[in-house]
T-cell receptor, first 114, second 114 residues
């Protein structure tokens, strides 16, 4: 049972490049979330999705794009990476059933923008 | 998002000691959760609370949903070296329009010396 996986685990890219972070979950959870984690800020929500083809902005969406064509996948794209987007990115999912607030996190992607 | 104030920011204790940390908000929350994050990994759910006044245990961990619905507490009894990590509170504001998205505190870093 793989649970929730993220790829790549580490990525170095240059300013202005487009980069896509992948997230895949095997639980068929309805909800998926993208967070970034920075020192001094904790976890901040970038985007979330209630189901396939339904996405919405979180607290810090600028510079990011998401899509969700399949329930199990929720890729995050940085259209033109900037140094301020250097961070650790976490994907999470939750079931919309009995305990929808209980989010389960992936291992994270450490992104460095040079 | 609604800011959560988590304290203390860090704790440095000896093995065997008890630990207390808390999280407060200026608005009412309908759910509180506590997560632990080990270095290089994603947060792991420890305890979820759904009712004001609720007291829930998970091994040596005990968490409470404050009566005012604006705070939550986490206690760790008889700490051991593997308790080292960052503990995050998270919650869902009752007035949120962001689906099941959570707001996170900035974390409490716990160090335990043998």
């Amino acid at each position: 049972d793989a649970g929730i996986t993220q790829s790549p685990r580490y990525k170095i890219t240059e300013t202005g490049r487009q980069v896509t972070l992948m997230c895949h979950q095997t639980w068929s959870h309805s909800y998926m979330f993208w967070y970034r984690q920075d020192l001094g800020h904790g976890l901040r929500l970038i985007y979330y999705s209630a189901a396939a083809d339904i996405t919405d902005k979180g607290e810090v969406p600028d510079g990011y794009v998401v899509s969700r064509s399949k329930t199990e996948n929720f890729p995050l794209t940085l259209e033109s990476a900037t140094r301020s987007q250097t961070s650790v990115y976490f994907c999470a999912s939750s079931d919309s059933g009995a305990f929808p607030y209980e989010q389960y996190f992936g291992p994270g992607t450490r992104l460095t923008v040079t | 998002g609604q800011q959560l104030n988590q304290s203390p920011q860090s704790m440095f204790i000896q093995e065997g000691e008890d630990v207390s940390m808390n999280c407060t908000s200026s608005s009412i929350f309908n759910t509180w959760l506590w997560y632990k994050q080990d270095p290089g990994e994603g947060p792991v759910l420890l305890i979820a609370l759904y009712k004001a006044g609720e007291l829930t245990s998970n091994g040596r961990l005990t968490a409470q949903f404050g009566i005012t619905r604006k705070d939550s507490f986490l206690n760790i009894s008889a700490s051991i070296p593997s308790d080292v990590g960052i503990y995050f509170c998270a919650g869902h504001p009752s007035n949120s329009n962001s689906g099941y998205a959570l707001n996170f505190g900035k974390g409490t870093s716990l160090l335990v010396t043998p």
